[in-house]
């Protein structure tokens, strides 16, 4: 069996940076600044001091306690729709589910039905052996028990599972300024940045907790004065640059400061089918390389459209990315393979979960090389993670490539890719991807996507890169 | 008479006074407890390699100098398990702002298991240059420590 890679290594934080995790620097607060308490409404006091019930009074106390924490005065209504990033049932995550059976059992549910992250494993598309099966079951012990208290709290439906909830496809799509609570870091980005809705970056269980209540403490991105940017960002790529490498150096220069980023409008005229992909890859890659919730983007992003530089606060550092900066950035991600010359033995594309248009981008890009290549087989068993609805509509409205794809052994799991990785009895296999979340999570490595076809075509990566 | 007194945030108040163990590091979480996460182990025996200050020292019911939580998000979930099997420490005490993911462990403990990890942020640099494994200090309910 695979040696584990939970020591430390998963989560919001890889690099262990010294950050408060919500999207918020706190860095001007001292102890002996004013610490306010928050201040409730009619009803929130009622819930407060227990006259709707003693579960409900676990959920606010805990949620006001935390909100004080990080500077919230007051609570806000959640709108649009939850998401939740809990999305494995295992004994790490026993205190979450006691407090998921306490709130099923006290009938409360959220505010409205919710979506949550990709399952970790797909046995049908992404299947492993009976030996490892069996482990898998052993780690993941409790996926059940998180699936049907997720339906008893209001989870929209059984197929529900993307870290990429709010692509049409899905529809969990907030609306501009839109309160959320939300936890999973990209989705966070995405929605914060591209669409303008508010949340802060939340930790599991308190995402829960806030939605059940409909209510989340104002602070950080949830403020005007929080979604200003410290950070100018001016791009002098001399063409557009890949998502992940200017997420990636933006994520590792502002940690959880906000950026405004300039030069990008050169490339990107506006928030379309094609640009969503790319936003929402540069998002993630700012989220996994740092602790980014939002980024503004000249141009391009609405608040930055609206707004410009006004965004931009008194005395903000300036971060210029050029080609060169870009190269260095590359250069220093590792080679954390077992075996670090070895032959890859999956691709992995697709993290967070492809838009249909990535879907179908990369499914052509595919066939057309396997048609040049007059090869029946790709090289390397080759996956494109996606939910059930984005699979869907590639599948329907692309039924030729699709069929060529899986006639090729190419497969469209619907699991996380990263998790999958980081579950123990897989954490040694040789994966390449597109994505640097994964990579930045587990032992896969980053390659780009020419490298990546040849390697899926012909089995072998490029000498260049090797 | 103190030692020396620094006054932090009372995040999760009350009164505990016992023996230190000061990390100059960041406190991974998730790396400190992970045989209690993996194998379900019931020590409080921190098992991050990368923390010399802390590795093999047992940080059950001790109060943890830290200057912040690092790592996994895993350790909102961990906070909860430690305390559920009483081998949590009794204190945290951060040099700087407490994090989302050590704040929403301690306070779900607090809120959900009735189990209290008494926790003051907010300590400022020096505090950790003040303290050395072993001391003794008393922590207060309005944020202040008493080291010696």
Redesign the interface.
């Known amino acids: 069996m695979a040696t584990h890679q939970l020591n430390g290594q998963i989560g919001t934080d890889p690099n262990f940076t010294p950050t408060t995790h919500t999207g918020h620097s706190r860095k001007h607060v001292k102890a002996s600044h004013d610490h306010p308490k928050m201040k409730l409404a009619a009803e929130e006091q009622e819930i407060y001091d227990g006259k709707k019930g003693d579960v409900l009074q676990k959920a606010i106390k805990t949620v006001v306690a935390y909100g004080e924490l990080f500077g919230a005065e007051k609570l806000v209504d959640l709108g649009g729709a939850p998401h939740l990033a809990v999305s494995w049932g295992s004994d790490g995550v026993e205190p979450l589910l006691k407090i998921y059976k306490q709130l099923a059992e006290a009938g409360l549910k959220t505010y409205a039905p919710f979506t949550a992250d990709p399952k970790p494993m797909d046995p049908v598309h992404l299947p492993v052996t009976d030996q490892e099966q069996a482990a898998v079951d052993k780690i993941y012990n409790r996926m059940d028990e998180l699936a049907e208290l997720n339906m008893k709290l209001g989870m929209r439906s059984k197929k529900d599972w993307s870290c990429a909830c709010y692509l049409p496809e899905m529809g969990n799509t907030p609306n501009r300024g839109d309160n959320l609570a939300w936890s999973e870091s990209s989705a966070i980005n995405y929605v914060n940045s591209v669409i303008g809705a508010r949340t802060n970056r939340n930790s599991m269980g308190v995402d829960m907790l806030c939605d059940i209540l409909g209510k989340a403490p104002q602070f950080g991105l949830l403020t005007d004065e929080g979604r200003q940017a410290v950070w100018l960002i001016e791009v002098k790529t001399t063409k557009l640059p890949h998502p992940e490498m200017i997420g990636s150096a933006i994520g590792f220069k502002c940690m959880e400061d906000v950026p405004y980023i300039t030069g990008m409008d050169r490339f990107i005229s506006g928030i379309d089918e094609q640009s969503s992909g790319y936003l929402k890859d540069l998002g993630a890659a700012t989220a996994s390389n740092g602790a980014l919730g939002l980024d503004h983007m000249e141009g391009v992003t609405p608040e930055a459209v609206d707004k410009g530089r006004d965004l931009l606060n008194e005395g903000y550092q300036t971060y210029v990315i050029d080609d060169a900066e870009l190269d260095r950035i590359y250069k220093t991600y590792p080679n954390l393979w077992k075996d670090k010359q070895g032959t890859p033995q999956r691709v992995f594309l697709g993290c967070p979960h492809m838009s249909y248009r990535q879907m179908t981008d990369w499914g052509t890009r595919i066939v057309d090389a396997m048609k040049k290549a007059g090869k029946d087989k790709v090289g390397v068993p080759t996956y494109m993670f996606g939910s059930q609805y984005v699979k869907d509509a590639f599948e329907t409205k692309n039924p030729e490539v699709a069929k060529k794809l899986k006639g090729y052994g190419v497969s469209i799991p619907i699991n996380c890719p990263m998790m999958w990785c980081s579950t123990p009895v897989e954490g040694a296999e040789l994966v390449a991807t597109n994505s640097n979340k994964t990579r930045v999570y587990t032992t896969a490595r980053f390659f780009f996507d020419d490298a990546l076809t040849e390697l899926i075509v012909t089995g072998k990566l490029p000498a260049n890169v090797a | 008479m103190a030692k020396a007194t620094f006054?932090?945030?009372p995040?999760?108040p009350g009164n505990v006074e016992g023996s230190v163990e000061v990390s100059h590091i960041?406190f991974?979480?998730?790396?400190t407890y992970?045989d209690v996460?993996?194998a379900?182990s019931d020590s409080g025996v921190c098992q991050?390699h990368?923390n010399q200050d802390l590795f093999g020292h047992d940080l059950a019911d001790k109060i943890v100098c830290i200057?912040?939580t690092?790592?996994?998000?895993?350790?909102?979930?961990?906070f909860?398990?430690i305390l559920?099997k009483g081998i949590a420490p009794k204190a945290m005490l951060f040099a700087?702002?407490?994090?989302?993911?050590a704040?929403?462990?301690i306070?779900?403990?607090?809120?959900?298991?009735g189990k209290r990890i008494v926790t003051v942020?907010?300590?400022?640099d020096d505090f950790l240059d003040a303290v050395t494994t072993g001391d003794k200090v008393k922590v207060h309910e309005d944020?202040t420590i008493e080291v010696g």
């Open positions: 006054k932090g945030r995040a999760v960041g991974n979480t998730c790396a992970v996460l993996i379900g991050d990368d200057p912040q690092i790592g996994s998000s895993s350790a909102a979930t961990l909860m398990i559920d700087n702002h407490i994090d989302s993911l704040a929403c462990g306070l779900m403990g607090d809120n959900w298991l942020d907010l300590l400022g944020g």
